[in-house]
């Protein structure tokens, strides 16, 4: 199995991290020939703009759109931005899963926090039993899941901050910035499903 991760902007090195932590093969994908002996791909927190612009300019809208319609794809925070069909403003985006997604939802004051999920399906996936502890850095929320795609994780006030849609995965936090590896094994779990 070998699983890349967009290369443009962000956070990238840190999910590659993860991944050989787990003794996944990984590829940094820049351009659209990167892509063809992926089987699953990872868009990583960082500027979603500056993501989805940098993506216009390599062709890769296309090449990614299309690898979304039959391979696993999994966006953390500006990623999950990307992968959304709407983020109320005017910038590119893969439009492939179900979700809108509003921008630094959680304001100025508190726009990083950290804390303890309850996710049924990683537990399950994973076969343990610990609250995953989630970070969260001027992330955008979740606001609504419609058509394929379905909440997996809720906030204790019921506001959505992970998605998943078949083989596609959504999450407004980090999980590339903890040692926790449970969130990886998951979409390793789905990438080979
Ligand atoms: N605020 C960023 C955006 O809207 C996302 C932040 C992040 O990826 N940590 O693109």
Redesign the pocket.
Known sequence: MKIGVLALQ??FAEHITTLKRLGVETAEVRLPGHLDDLDGLIL????????GKLAVAFGLMEPLRDFGKNKAIWG???????LSRD?KRDQPLLSLMDISVE??AFGRQV?SFEVELDIPELKAATKTDAPYHAV?????LIETVFGEAKPLSQLPDGRIVAARQGKLLATSF?PELTDDSRFHQYFVSIVSS
């Open positions: 962000g956070d990583p927190g960082g500027e979603s703009t500056t993501i953390t925070c500006a990623g999950a931005i990307f983020a921008r630094n726009d969260f850095i001027r992330a955008p980090h």
